[in-house]
């Protein structure tokens, strides 16, 4: 079974810019969730999606969006890039969404973004 | 506001010896309860969890022992091994899953 995919693996862009990042879950998972991890401050939570609904948001500003497809799949966009941005993103995958079945996430490699 | 606190951001074990690596919460309504380790360049895996009408859940070498009263957890690694070597976050969910900052084990062969 194919684990979670995020692409592209590292990816470095300039302020000002937005990006996109995009994660594939696992077959037949529904629910995405995108967190950002910098030293220091774990894994902060961005947003969930299940169905193509966004269920949950973190404390994030609206410079970050996201987007689910009917395959599940998803897609997370950054615009005006901040030198703060830089970090990994990291997506997980489950079949429940989170806080309704007590199943573990399963996490892609995530996405390595420098901004310059 | 940080929910799950992991206040050791590092520890170094000798091997074979126990590592104890622990993680205190601050909302009594967190019903569930996960370990993950996460290797440089890799996402977090899942290790083991704990539901709070337990206190303690067995997986090996792992063990994950809940204590409420005093809002709790700790995972205990024994023997430690060096590929043990990784970043371990706790997690706890309630409406949604809240991750701790992490610590870094590194066991000393």
């Known amino acids: 079974k194919a684990g979670v995919t995020q692409t592209p693996r590292y990816l470095i862009k300039t302020r000002g810019q937005q990006v996109t990042l995009s994660c594939s879950p696992i077959?037949?998972?529904?629910?995405v969730s995108w967190y950002q991890q910098t030293p220091g401050q774990g894994l902060q939570f961005l947003f969930e999606?299940?169905?193509?609904?966004?269920?949950n948001k973190g404390n994030f500003p609206g410079r970050f969006s996201g987007r689910q497809f009917s395959n599940s799949r998803s897609e997370m966009n950054v615009s005006t890039l901040e030198l703060g941005d830089s970090a990994l993103y990291l997506c997980?995958?489950?079949?429940?969404?989170?806080?309704?079945?007590?199943?573990?996430?399963?996490f892609g490699d995530g996405t390595r973004l420098s901004i310059l | 506001d940080q929910q799950v606190k992991q206040n050791s951001p590092s520890l170094s074990v000798q091997e074979g010896r126990i590592s104890i690596l622990n993680c205190d919460y601050t909302n009594s309504m967190f019903d569930y309860f996960l370990w993950y380790k996460k290797y440089p360049a890799e996402g977090p895996t899942f290790l083991i969890s704990?539901?709070?009408?337990?206190d303690k859940n067995e997986d090996g070498r792992f063990t994950v022992f809940l204590n409420k009263s005093a809002k709790h957890l700790s995972l205990h690694i024994v023997p430690s091994q060096p590929g043990d070597s990784a970043v371990y976050f706790c997690a706890a969910s309630g409406n949604q899953f809240y991750f701790g900052t992490g610590t870094s084990l590194t066991v000393i062969p």
């Open positions: 704990i539901s709070s009408i337990k």
């Open positions: 999606y299940f169905s193509e609904t966004q269920r």
């Open positions: 997980a995958s489950s079949l429940a969404p989170q806080g309704v079945s007590n199943q573990p996430q399963h």
């Open positions: 077959s037949g998972h529904r629910s």
